[in-house]
């Protein structure tokens, strides 16, 4: 059984900066990629920023710039550090990992909130 458990979401001001952090445990093999999605009140989840195994990372186009996305050292674990946030970037954020050999799966965590406001 997988698991994921995001941390780091809160209370900041525009401007402010967040460092989100997951981590993945338990039976997981082979990880893909590993994204960050969000999800604020009344709208769709959107991808926010992805990893690929090799590194490559992508962005969505309102968040370049701002947010880097990046692995630790334990390749189960993934960070999204925010800086310059702006309170359209209020959302609860997701981790999601695609991992498997051949036939892989998707996981997700219960999300962490993140709200800019003054």
């Known amino acids: 059984q997988v698991q994921l458990e995001e941390s780091g979401g809160g209370l900041v001001q525009p401007g402010g900066s967040l460092r989100l952090s997951c981590v993945a445990s338990?039976?997981?093999?082979?990880?893909?990629?590993m994204d960050w999605y969000r999800q604020a009140p009344g709208k769709e989840r959107e991808l926010v920023a992805r990893?690929?195994?090799?590194?490559?990372?992508n962005y969505l186009d309102s968040v370049k710039g701002r947010f880097t996305i990046f692995r630790g050292n334990s390749k189960n674990m993934v960070y999204l550090q925010m800086s310059s946030l702006k309170p359209e970037d209020t959302a609860v954020y997701y981790c999601?990992?695609?991992?498997?050999?051949?036939?892989?799966?998707?996981?997700w965590g219960q999300g962490t909130q993140v709200t800019v406001s003054s």
């Open positions: 338990g039976s997981i093999i082979n990880i893909n990629v």
């Open positions: 999601n990992v695609v991992a498997g050999l051949g036939i892989t799966s998707r996981y």
């Open positions: 990893i690929t195994a090799g590194g490559t990372t």
